[in-house]
């Protein structure tokens, strides 16, 4: 399987239309902050990890995984 790394808007919900590719992208981001309210420095971390960890299972494909952390590398 050659799956590359998205990098263009890729959100979507199913039955949902969004007038903006990058709509649904702003909606998930405010839950991202939402999720870190009231949270310690070290629980914040440990929220991204496990959510790092439980996305990165989800994508399952290594190549696309690492093609996402030389990615995020770059662009630090």
């Known amino acids: ?10 959100f979507h919900e199913a039955g949902r239309r969004f007038f903006r590719d990058f709509s649904p992208g702003d909606e998930f981001y405010e839950k991202l902050i939402d999720a870190h309210n009231g ?3 070290e629980q914040s971390e440990a929220l991204n990890a496990r959510l790092i960890l439980l996305l990165a299972n989800h994508i399952g494909d290594l190549q696309v995984l690492r093609e996402a952390l030389q990615a995020a590398q770059q662009s630090a």
């Open 1 to 10: 399987m050659n799956t590359v790394l998205k990098t263009d808007p890729n």
């Open 39 to 41: 949270l310690s420095d």
